[in-house]
């Protein structure tokens, strides 16, 4: 599961948004080896100011044939949002949640989904992304929907972590190099 969580969410950017978290989860299951047959996706306003309308939905699709597949998985994610936006509010949280978690060794193909050619295509494709974005980066290649803007505004941010505002994170000092804290070891003492 995976959750978004922002002060304001337009339209535009709650689809971004689900399709970035919607390609998070299928890279997970891929990871684990394991497929998803179920693909839910949730929204709603803050509960915390009254003085807004309120709304909350969470809707979920069956797959027909399980898969781990990002194309197949966010395009789902995003028609499950569409079936549950709803305009004229001012949404708080989003969130895509697979589930029917199982190994990918035993898949029953469905005879009116796509074809062990199609599928086999699909895995493919999935397994070589994972490869660049391991070798250059995650996020070196993303689908289309999952493309974010700059934080103000103008332009296409490169990551996604670069289109979020991160006004008020706390430092990592023991997870990232550049945060690690300085000390003054040539400070001289103060005189008490």
């Known amino acids: 599961m995976t959750i978004i969580r922002y002060s304001r969410l337009t339209p535009l950017n709650i ?3 689900v399709s970035n978290y919607a390609a998070r989860c299928a890279e997970k299951l891929r990871m684990q080896n394991t497929v998803a047959s179920i693909v839910g996706v949730f929204l709603n306003t ?9 709304y909350w939905n969470f809707q979920e699709t069956k797959l027909i044939t399980p898969t781990s597949s990002t194309i197949t998985i966010t395009q789902t994610a ?8 709803r305009q004229g509010y001012q949404y708080k949280k989003a969130g895509v949640i697979v589930m029917g978690i199982g190994a990918d060794s035993s898949i029953q193909q469905v005879l ?22 391991r070798l250059h980066g995650s996020e070196t290649i993303v689908l ?3 493309q974010y803007t700059k934080k103000d505004g103008k ?10 505002k991160h006004d008020f994170k ?3 000092p023991t997870t990232r190099w550049g945060e690690i804290l300085k000390l003054n070891a040539n400070a001289k003492k103060k005189k008490e």
């Open 112 to 133: 009116f989904d796509i074809n062990a050619e199609q599928f086999q295509k699909m895995k493919r494709l999935d397994e070589v992304v994972d490869r660049i974005n």
């Open 144 to 146: 289309g929907p999952q």
């Open 170 to 172: 706390s430092p990592n």
């Open 155 to 164: 332009g296409k941010a490169d990551v996604f972590a670069n289109a979020i």
């Open 15 to 17: 689809s971004r948004y």
């Open 46 to 54: 803050n509960a915390f100011r009254e003085d807004l309308p309120q």
């Open 78 to 85: 995003n028609q499950v949002l569409q079936n549950i936006f």
